[in-house]
């Protein structure tokens, strides 16, 4: 399983808590001087409330799980991505972010109590039980998910692989429930996809990137290398479809925008300590030689896939194409506890290179392409505003200027918002079928190469 709310945008590390008394730990939480009797109090109810808790409740429950909860509930009060991860789920973690781990390959979030998923992941079991963004999972192998914790669910539909998991679902648009029963089996993210594409202007390069996981960035270009040879020279442009790409880690989305750019400021952090903040510029050759780009988003197009298409848009090496993105724009970093597994805690924001947090905003696109003529399920367009304790946009400062806005090539007053009426429905199988990557073809197909990207 992929966790929503375990989405890191950051390969940060810090070095893992020195075991020892509370008192040092607790002096330096609180700060230098003496903390105030308030602050006792509030420590002092906390264990009142364990007490209590161990003494009275109908079952004597276990204390690790009591602070365990605790730890979680301190944290997600916080922000929706900070968490306690306990030595398995840290693990689990860990494996993820190299791009191989075991379960049934689906990006899940919780939404008031509802488990949600985000998308199954393309070739996993949970993409060939056609599970699909938006379903709402109600019953884990018959029990009910109500109730239920985000890691808890997911540590459910993990298991062995080989073995079997039932979901039933609630799907828009369905009054029935929808079951399906899936084999779990060990995840290996194809995190690139690519083919070669034959348009009127030359041949055209799409790359799908599904997560921004350790090998993003080398992946990406092999396969600029691999659509050379295929197409036995440059080609026209290139197609990069984010849409529901959840992010992943901050050096992976930095590395693959500077992929695309000569220069140009990529990505900034800012967090509560000045000293702290980082900015990124772009260092390398453009490993497209200036061919024409479009970026694919949708409302599942969050973090790092964020920081990407904003990157590309504002240093005008690209045009994007869809829907409005998450809005995602925090920092989490994992911060390791001896033994006893890490903290994924938020401590900064980014800012693109406009100077403007995308939290809660997203990014909009140069042409607004829907995938569908009818309005969608509220759930599927979810977005980061929508999650409990999501931060507000924190920008104050005016922003830099940006290199001047090319204008958009004519064909793109010719694509229109949705789908026109009797356009087929969506069939994965059938590019032809997929209307925002036509029109992305449609668009790429009219841009002209870009001969220099400004700095600034």
Not at 32 to 52: K, R, V
Not at 69 to 97: I, W
Not at 147 to 155: C, N, P, R, Y
């Amino acid at each position: 399983m992929r966790l929503r709310g375990g989405l890191l945008l950051g390969g940060i590390f810090v070095a893992g808590l020195t075991a020892g008394s509370l008192t040092q730990p607790l002096a330096r939480a609180l700060g230098d001087t003496a903390p105030g009797e308030n602050t006792y109090q509030q420590l002092s109810l906390f264990g009142d409330i364990f007490s209590q808790v161990k003494q009275n409740y109908v079952i004597d429950p276990p204390s690790t799980k009591l602070v365990y909860d605790a730890a979680n509930g301190m944290l997600s009060g916080l922000d929706p991505h900070s968490s306690y991860m306990n030595a398995q789920q840290y693990a689990d973690m860990q494996a993820q972010t190299s791009g191989q781990f075991g379960g049934l390959g689906l990006e899940v979030t919780q939404v008031s109590g509802l488990l949600k998923i985000i998308t199954p992941i393309d070739g996993t079991p949970g993409a060939r039980a056609g599970i699909r963004p938006g379903d709402i999972i109600v019953e884990i192998n018959g029990h009910a998910t109500d109730g239920l914790t985000l890691d808890d669910a997911v540590a459910q539909m993990r298991g062995a692989p080989g073995t079997k998991v039932t979901l039933t679902l609630k799907r828009n648009g369905i009054n029935t429930p929808v079951r399906v029963t899936l084999t779990r089996e060990i995840i290996k993210v194809d995190d690139v996809k690519s083919r070669l594409v034959t348009t009127a202007a030359g041949p055209v390069g799409y790359i799908r990137l599904d997560s921004f996981d350790e090998p993003a960035d080398q992946h990406i270009r092999d396969a600029v290398k691999s659509l050379t040879r295929q197409a036995h020279g440059p080609l026209h442009g290139y197609i990069l479809d984010l849409r529901d790409n959840p992010g992943g880690l901050l050096d992976q989305a930095v590395a693959v925008s500077d992929d695309f750019l000569t220069s140009g400021e990529i990505v900034s952090t800012h967090g509560r300590h000045p000293e702290d903040d980082q900015v990124w510029y772009a260092q390398g050759t453009d490993i497209t030689h200036g061919a024409p780009i479009v970026v694919l988003t949708n409302a599942g197009t969050a973090s790092a896939a964020e920081i990407v298409t904003a990157a590309l848009q504002q240093n005008r090496r690209a045009l994007v194409l869809g829907t409005k993105t998450f809005g995602k724009g925090s920092v989490q970093t994992i911060i390791p506890i001896d033994n006893q597994g890490a903290l994924r805690l938020t401590t900064a924001l980014y800012f693109t290179p406009s100077g403007r947090s995308i939290q809660d905003y997203g990014v909009t696109p140069d042409i607004t392409v829907a995938d569908s003529a009818t309005p969608e399920d509220s759930f599927s367009q979810l977005r980061e505003t929508d999650l409990l304790h999501s931060f507000t946009n924190p920008t104050q400062q005016s922003a830099p200027p940006l290199p001047p806005a090319p204008p958009l090539p004519p064909v793109a007053a010719s694509i229109p918002a949705k789908p026109p009426q009797g356009w087929p429905a969506f069939d994965p199988t059938n590019p032809a079928t997929d209307f925002q990557l036509q029109m992305a073809l449609k668009l790429v197909a009219d841009m002209k190469p870009v001969t220099a990207v400004a700095a600034h």
